[in-house]
């Protein structure tokens, strides 16, 4: 079963716009939400994470949502830019080491010019 | 910046032949991961290991062996490669599960 659900699939945006990425997640356990980044034919690289203590993370133009009772969280991105252009995974785990990280399907942002 | 090596970085394999995929870090991190990537299904994880001489298996291990030597060193193994195994496969390194350096990643091809 996928525990990580992420929508849409994929979203095209202007330059400038704000692009809203969706993740919703199904284990009420988890407690660490970090976003990763892949630009094509590159590995995925952490953009930004959250933990529920908190229901916002801001880093410059990309802000996390995170709404614990409907168990869902959303990537802002503000200000788009072309090299924004990427697919967007989220992924849920419980903190710690020994566990692992479960991802989404990726969402596929294009940003044109 | 962290380093993860891949090798091979491509490789074509007959289907019910032995492939091993590898993995070298010079992080000096406690874990490492291997997760295949498929358009559709993002990035789902085979196997890991959080030391030297031990594996634990991940959510779609069916068809794979991992193989842990020394804290650098990683490999994934297909016994017997089938063609639903044809991905690209990335490795990764982490001192916990909250960052994790991906590799470049292996594209594997089975005919």
């Known amino acids: 079963q996928q525990q990580v659900r992420q929508s849409p699939q994929s979203l095209t945006v202007w330059e400038g716009e704000t692009a809203i990425l969706n993740c919703s997640y199904e284990d009420s356990t988890f407690d660490y939400f970090p976003w990763y980044w892949q630009f094509p034919r590159e590995s995925p690289a952490l953009l930004i994470a959250i933990r529920p203590v908190s229901n916002k993370k801001e880093d410059g133009r990309f802000t996390i949502f995170f709404n614990k009772r409907e168990k869902k969280l959303s990537l802002h991105i503000t200000d788009s830019q072309p090299g924004d252009s990427a697919t967007y995974f989220c992924a849920a785990s419980l903190s710690g080491s020994f566990n692992k990280l479960t991802f989404g399907a990726g969402t596929r942002l294009a940003v044109c010019p | 910046e962290a380093a993860v090596t891949q090798s091979p970085r491509s490789k074509v394999a007959v289907t019910g032949g032995k492939v091993t995929l590898s993995c070298h870090q010079t992080?000096?991190?406690?874990?490492m991961y291997w997760y295949r990537q498929d358009t559709g299904h993002g990035l789902r994880l085979i196997h890991y290991?959080?030391?030297?001489?031990?594996?634990e298996k991940g959510d779609i291990p069916d068809g794979y062996k991992a193989s842990r030597p020394s804290q650098e060193n990683f490999s994934l193994i297909l016994e017997l490669a089938s063609l639903s195994q044809t991905a690209v496969y990335f490795c990764?390194?982490?001192?916990?599960?909250?960052?994790?350096?991906f590799g470049h990643g292996t594209k594997l091809s089975v005919l």
């Open positions: 290991s959080y030391v030297a001489d031990s594996t």
């Open positions: 992080n000096n991190h406690d874990y």
């Open positions: 990764a390194s982490g001192i916990s599960n909250e960052r994790l350096f």
